[in-house]
DNA sequence: GTCATTGCAAAACGTTTGCATGAAT
DNA sequence: ATTCATGCAAACGTTTTGCAATGAC
């Protein structure tokens, strides 16, 4: 098994997403990382993010939208994608019934290994439906 | 707005979803639909599948493996996708009690107008649990 | 006749990879 | 000294697009 090695690009890369609240693509993370490291590429960008991910030190997010998305908040929540203005929310269960009843519903198909941190909810948000 | 013209391409995308129980993506489509008319292009299949998904007659489900995949079964259901064997499986909530939780928990973000058909769901299926 | 749809090829997009160089252990 | 990480550029797979020709209405 490959042992990882310290890199400053990978912590800064981490650091950076760990600092931010909304939930950027490789690409938007890629530009702010370059106010601090001008030299950096892309490819090491995407390869610390997979890097991180396979650690279980950031979370994916792949809603469809054609570019994937990255998190550094590894609380149980999920997520919900407004179709009309593209941005991801944060949602968390409301209550804990509402969580109870996820993973009973996943028990038929991956009983207690549902991953139920990335389940995707997509609609439309409250701003977007109040501007109409 | 667009009015649609008919298209015999178009009818035997949809007609070839329709007939599948699994959940291909365009380009598994394209291979099928090519038995039947053989000149048929790609393009015409990536135009008429988002055609189909504006009009509401099929669903998208991007799962973030690579490809967006298609579904024809528009009734209430949600997907799981096994992230080892990459096959993605219709979920019907068991319960009413499922579904209204997922609700509740939309209701703070987009109230009365979640997409609910959309939900996500990662982890292992049964099948390659018990393969180990 | 008008305008949507097609096939084709090229381009666009997000992401991965090969390789020679540099950094960490 | 070994082996992982980097920057760069090229390659990859998926999807979109421009265009001239065809088909639906």
Known sequence: MKV?????QRESIK???MSRHDHPTADALYASIREEFPNISLG?????LNLL????E?????????ADHFDANMEEHY??????????????PETADALKSLDTAAQGYAPGLIDSHSVMFYGRCKNCIEKK
Chains 1, 2 share one sequence.
């Open 79 to 92: 997520h919900f994608l407004c179709r009309e203005c593209r941005k991801i929310y944060d949602m968390e």
């Open 15 to 17: 650091a950076s997403l």
């Open 4 to 8: 990882l090695k310290y890199s400053r």
């Open 58 to 66: 950031i979370r994916r997010i792949s809603c469809g939208d054609g």
């Open 44 to 48: 090491t960008v995407y390869r610390n």
């Open 53 to 56: 991910v396979e650690t279980g």
